[in-house]
């Protein structure tokens, strides 16, 4: 498993101890506001709102909290207005970062963020800096256990998958945008529990990275991930699973 993928299982339990403890909730509810600001309340004619709702709810977040934030979303009440954004700069080792935000005030965040990159040895960069890098794809998750993977190949590619992984106990189908929804379907239509279902950034190509950079590296993604106005933090590094784990431990 490369770097990029082991991080991507290390970011899924982090995210199941933010839910625990209640912070998951504050980035779904950004993404729900936005998302019905920005096409509207009803979710079969609103897929961004569909896919937030769905996360949401697999999340466990109680459905008055999704209502609310839809009608914030609408104007039906009062609430916070979240800009959405998009960051670009390197960390350690020449590193690719994409950085999603939704802020109430951006100048602040992007002072935190480049204090963050530039306290470990990265920077800022302009708009389209490395975002030629990444491609945007759809991608669900599956817990693994009792599952037959040529099973589960099967039914997620006769709905338009690309690609199914198993990462450390979960299987990872990768379907282009138009396709993730299909996905979805047919893997609930065959009583599969989906654990997450939305869009991604997968790097086109790796950047290895060893020693002091990979620890600057790990810190800098941690602090990233920390912030309250990022949504998601997308890298392209490469890394080997001994120097992660030992880092990571």
Do not use: C
Not at 154 to 177: N, P, Q, S
Request: hydrophobic share 40%; no cysteine; glycine share 10%.
């Amino acid at each position: 498993m490369s770097g990029h993928s082991k991080w991507s299982t290390i970011k899924r339990k982090k995210a199941k101890v933010d839910a625990e403890r209640g912070k998951a909730f504050t980035r779904l509810i950004k993404e729900i506001t936005i998302a019905a600001r920005e096409g509207g309340g009803d979710e079969t004619s609103n897929p961004r709102l569909r896919t937030a709702v769905i996360a949401a709810k697999a999340g466990n977040m109680p459905s008055a909290n999704v209502e609310r934030a839809i009608k914030k979303g609408t104007g039906e009440l009062p609430g916070v207005v979240y800009e959405q954004g998009i960051l670009e700069g390197y960390g350690p080792g020449g590193v690719a970062l994409y950085v999603d935000i939704l802020t109430d005030n951006r100048n602040r965040t992007v002072a935190d963020v480049r204090h963050s990159l530039t306290k470990h040895g990265g920077n800022l960069a302009e708009s389209g800096a490395v975002a030629w890098m990444f491609e945007k794809r759809g991608q669900v998750t599956v817990p693994a256990e009792g599952l037959d993977e040529e099973e589960l190949l099967l039914i997620v590619m006769e709905a338009g998958a690309d690609d199914l992984k198993d990462e450390d106990g979960v299987f990872v189908v990768t379907a282009g945008t138009s396709d993730l929804e299909a996905v979805r379907l047919a893997l609930e239509g065959n009583g599969v529990t989906v654990e997450s279902y939305g869009l991604t950034m997968i790097p086109k190509n790796t950047v290895k990275v060893e020693g002091k950079e990979a620890e600057q590296l790990l810190k800098v993604l941690d602090l990233l991930e920390e912030h309250d106005d990022v949504q998601q933090v997308y890298a392209n590094f490469d890394m080997d699973d001994s120097i992660l784990e030992q880092i990571q431990s």
